[in-house]
């Protein structure tokens, strides 16, 4: 992803990637320095064991299916 992309895009949550082949939840976001906090899944995982990697290493997964609420 690119720095211009990162900037644009709709940041929320169950937010998902691909860094290095694997797919990872992200759990935070660094705006400044354009960084996502990975996870291997979505759960609660202390902050010592989060991955931080620049936007420039991942690639967005979206959703297969969005379901909306009426």
Known sequence: MQRAEFDSMA???NMYVEYE???FYVIATNFPEAL???VPSKGEFPADEWMWVR???VS???PAKVIAFK
Do not use: I, P, T, Y
């Open 21 to 23: 082949g694997d797919l």
């Open 36 to 38: 996502f906090a990975l």
């Open 60 to 62: 967005l997964r979206k």
């Open 55 to 57: 936007c420039e290493s």
């Open 11 to 13: 940041h929320h949550a």
